[in-house]
């Protein structure tokens, strides 16, 4: 066997893994497969802390739907309140939902198309000093946030979407 059938069955055989790949990508993506997200827990609580200015917590199962609009679903959310504040907690949020466009993810970007969320607490206050909470320490002019908010208190959900 020479050296160039040796490379050529090497090239031949990366096509085919990369084919295969991208073969499970499609079909996970068109079927929607969920699966557990609990190894990333941590590594995605520090970006989201990161993004907002705030410690976030993220507590119960946590899971993501791969698909064409992928899906985020977490147990409950804690975001802290800075230190000198009455309560350890800005908000607390029970089951959130989260779904997001797939291409801005492919970019290393994040597009939020709709947020749900049960039993949100919010606790909004003055410290002792006068200070009061900044919702972001970002400084674009544009909040990180979806551009529609509806609160509805009768049933104590937040649903968001752009």
Same mark, same amino acid.
């Given at each position: 066997?020479?050296?160039?059938?040796?490379?050529?069955?090497?090239?031949?055989?990366?096509?085919?893994?990369?084919?295969?790949?991208?073969?499970?990508?499609?079909?996970?993506?068109?079927?929607?497969?969920?699966?557990?997200?609990?190894?990333? /827990?941590?590594? *995605?609580?520090?970006? !989201?802390? +990161?993004?907002?200015?705030?410690? #976030?917590? $993220? %507590?119960?199962?946590l899971r993501i739907?791969?698909?064409?609009?992928?899906?985020?679903?977490?147990?409950?959310?804690?975001?802290?309140?800075?230190?000198?504040?009455?309560?350890?907690?800005?908000?607390?949020?029970?089951?959130?939902?989260?779904?997001?466009?797939?291409?801005?993810?492919? /970019?290393?970007? *994040?597009?939020?198309? !709709?947020? +749900?969320?049960?039993?949100?607490? #919010?606790? $909004? %206050?003055?410290?002792?000093?006068?200070r009061v909470l900044?919702?972001?320490?970002?400084?674009?002019?544009?909040?990180?946030?979806?551009?529609?908010?509806?609160?509805?208190?009768?049933?104590?959900?937040?649903?968001?979407?752009?």
């Amino acid at each position: 066997m020479n050296v160039r059938s040796v490379i050529k069955r090497l090239l031949l055989g990366l096509a085919a893994l990369v084919v295969l790949l991208v073969c499970a990508f499609v079909i996970a993506a068109v079927l929607g497969i969920s699966i557990d997200a609990g190894p990333w /827990r941590g590594p *995605i609580a520090k970006q !989201a802390s +990161e993004l907002i200015g705030r410690t #976030v917590t $993220l %507590e119960g199962p946590l899971r993501i739907t791969v698909g064409l609009r992928p899906e985020v679903t977490v147990g409950g959310i804690a975001l802290a309140n800075p230190p000198g504040f009455s309560t350890p907690q800005l908000a607390t949020l029970g089951r959130a939902h989260m779904l997001v466009e797939l291409w801005p993810l492919l /970019r290393n970007e *994040i597009s939020v198309l !709709a947020v +749900e969320a049960e039993d949100v607490h #919010v606790r $909004l %206050e003055q410290a002792a000093d006068g200070r009061v909470l900044q919702t972001s320490r970002r400084r674009t002019g544009r909040s990180p946030c979806a551009s529609r908010r509806l609160i509805d208190s009768r049933s104590n959900a937040l649903t968001s979407s752009s």
